[in-house]
């Protein structure tokens, strides 16, 4: 089982991101909501991970804190939400945002989410609460390794601002009409926005 992983920040292509560790290049699917909070390309940065093996993949799913990653273990327990559709939560609400729907029985905000039918936000409240209750009591909310990054500006390797957006919003489940009516009303409010920007404010707006 890899845990965690401790190297240099060499890309970043939402929902993934690339490490070097000692000269191995290990790519990681973030939520959204994590990739904000990295630091530059080349910084280096410590990765709490939850390691998914498959017939025909084997997945790292990564989280700057160990609290976000035991909501995404306790998510990928209910039925019906596999790990896709967790990182797909995940990105588009913060695990605070979602315990707060969860507890306030809010099904019209998780039904905004794409792969989120009615039924399965339903489920999901009916399920999340009582295990909501044990991830609050059991887990550490420290980040990977304690390192203050400061506040940086996060960058992207990419060619655009806006397909590396509407990229990152297709890889997470989002129709293509969809995320081109987000990314392109998130580039009326702001033109000049990188593509963390973008990606940031057509979640917001879906």
Request: proline share 5%; hydrophobic share 40%; glycine share 6%.
């Amino acid at each position: 089982m890899i845990g965690r992983l401790s190297g240099t920040l060499i890309s970043k292509q939402p929902p993934e991101v690339m490490l070097d560790v000692h000269g191995v290049g290990y790519e990681v699917q973030m939520p959204m909501t994590c990739i904000y909070e990295l630091p530059d390309i080349g910084e280096p940065v410590s990765i709490i991970t939850h390691f998914v093996v498959r017939e025909d993949a084997q997945l790292l799913y990564g989280f700057n804190t160990f609290a976000e990653r035991s909501l995404f273990r306790q998510l990928i327990k209910a039925q019906g939400v596999g790990p896709k559709l967790a990182l797909t939560i995940m990105s588009g609400m913060t695990a605070q945002q979602f315990v707060q729907a969860v507890t306030h029985d809010d099904v019209s905000t998780l039904v905004k989410l794409p792969g989120v039918g009615k039924k399965t936000a339903e489920r999901l409240v009916v399920e999340m609460r009582d295990r909501l209750q044990q991830w609050s009591s059991a887990t550490p909310a420290t980040d990977a390794a304690s390192i203050d990054f400061g506040d940086m500006q996060s960058t992207l390797v990419s060619n655009s601002p806006r397909d590396d957006a509407l990229s990152a919003l297709l890889a997470l489940g989002y129709k293509p009409a969809q995320a081109e009516k987000a990314v392109a009303q998130a580039l009326k409010a702001d033109d000049g926005a990188s593509s963390e920007q973008l990606i940031r404010t057509a979640l917001k707006n879906m």
